[in-house]
């Protein structure tokens, strides 16, 4: 038996890293899974890999358009919504902050934190009418501490973090069964780390090596599921002991 099984996902920035992993990680643990990502080729190649437990759609997440039609189209095919994982996110511009061109900044305050917005929003549309649901917010040990040159990034996870939490008292207090979590990983091996710097990145962590997507799936896991049914508003840091220096 899987720790989702009869559940319905949707997990956002799904064609690559972390978001893939957890979209597989979600369908071996029993659910339905809508994966969604901004690179159509991608994401298309991996629908046919994937099966027809799991439907890809193309989505920019900092559309609220985007959001309306991902969701309903979840509805439609799957039936329900019971989690939604929301991970698409982009790396800081790294410059200095009064290097950043405003433009850059709003993207990606956009990508990670309206995107993000918008995913609670809809889905918690959603669940609150059915009485349930886990939303899970992939922040970063970059929404908890600052980091050089990574300014507009760590005011868009800093962002993600507590926005996660006020979420969940909107959904606590109504008595709505609906849980909203962060996740919050240190150094992962995915294409949005600059592979020059791993050693640099692997000596800074405590644990003494980055880590990898599955790690970040794992908490995902556990969030989405009825394991973590007492858990809302919680920040789950999945770093290598990188925060607690
Ligand atoms: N890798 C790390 O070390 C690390 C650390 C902390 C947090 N994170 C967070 O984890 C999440 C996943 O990142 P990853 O490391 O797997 O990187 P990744 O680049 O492999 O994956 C990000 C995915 O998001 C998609 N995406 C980008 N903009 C989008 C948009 N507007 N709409 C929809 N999809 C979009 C990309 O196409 C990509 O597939 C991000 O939110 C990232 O900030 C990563």
């Given at each position: 038996?899987?720790?989702?099984?009869?559940k319905?996902?949707?997990?956002t920035?799904a064609?690559?890293?972390?978001?893939?992993e957890?979209?597989?990680?979600?369908?071996?643990?029993?659910?339905?899974?809508?994966?969604?990502?901004?690179n159509?080729?991608?994401?298309?190649?991996?629908?046919?890999?994937?099966g027809?437990?799991?439907?890809f759609?193309?989505?920019?997440?900092?559309?609220e358009?985007g959001?309306?039609n991902?969701?309903?189209?979840?509805?439609?095919?799957?039936g329900?919504?019971d989690?939604l994982?929301?991970?698409?996110?982009?790396?800081?511009?790294?410059?200095?902050?009064?290097?950043?061109?405003?433009?850059?900044?709003?993207?990606?305050?956009?990508v990670?934190?309206?995107?993000?917005?918008?995913?609670i929003?809809?889905?918690?549309?959603?669940?609150k009418?059915?009485?349930g649901?886990?939303?899970?917010?992939?922040?970063?040990?970059?929404?908890?501490?600052?980091i050089?040159?990574?300014?507009?990034?760590?005011?868009s996870?800093?962002?993600?973090?507590?926005?996660?939490?006020?979420?969940?008292?909107?959904?606590?207090?109504?008595k709505?069964?609906?849980?909203v979590?962060?996740?919050?990983?240190?150094?992962?091996?995915?294409?949005?780390l600059?592979p020059?710097?791993?050693?640099?990145?692997?000596?800074?962590?405590?644990?003494?090596?980055?880590?990898?997507p599955t790690?970040?799936?794992?908490?995902?896991?556990?969030?989405?599921?009825?394991?973590?049914?007492?858990?809302?508003?919680?920040?789950?840091?999945?770093?290598?002991?990188?925060?607690?220096?």
């Amino acid at each position: 038996m899987g720790k989702l099984d009869g559940k319905v996902a949707i997990v956002t920035g799904a064609a690559s890293g972390i978001g893939l992993e957890t979209a597989e990680r979600f369908l071996k643990e029993g659910a339905k899974v809508t994966f969604t990502d901004v690179n159509q080729e991608k994401g298309q190649a991996l629908a046919a890999k994937l099966g027809d437990q799991a439907l890809f759609l193309t989505q920019d997440v900092s559309s609220e358009d985007g959001w309306i039609n991902v969701v309903q189209t979840t509805l439609d095919h799957f039936g329900g919504l019971d989690i939604l994982v929301n991970n698409a996110g982009v790396p800081p511009t790294t410059v200095s902050i009064e290097q950043v061109a405003l433009s850059q900044f709003k993207h990606v305050i956009d990508v990670n934190l309206v995107g993000t917005f918008l995913g609670i929003k809809h889905a918690m549309l959603y669940m609150k009418e059915h009485h349930g649901g886990s939303i899970v917010n992939i922040s970063s040990m970059g929404g908890i501490v600052g980091i050089a040159t990574a300014a507009d990034y760590n005011a868009s996870k800093g962002g993600v973090r507590l926005m996660t939490k006020g979420a969940a008292l909107d959904a606590a207090y109504g008595k709505y069964g609906v849980r909203v979590n962060s996740v919050h990983p240190g150094y992962i091996k995915t294409g949005m780390l600059p592979p020059e710097a791993e050693d640099m990145m692997a000596k800074t962590t405590p644990l003494g090596h980055i880590g990898q997507p599955t790690d970040i799936a794992s908490a995902c896991v556990y969030l989405a599921s009825d394991d973590a049914s007492f858990v809302t508003g919680t920040e789950l840091i999945v770093d290598g002991g990188f925060t607690a220096q």
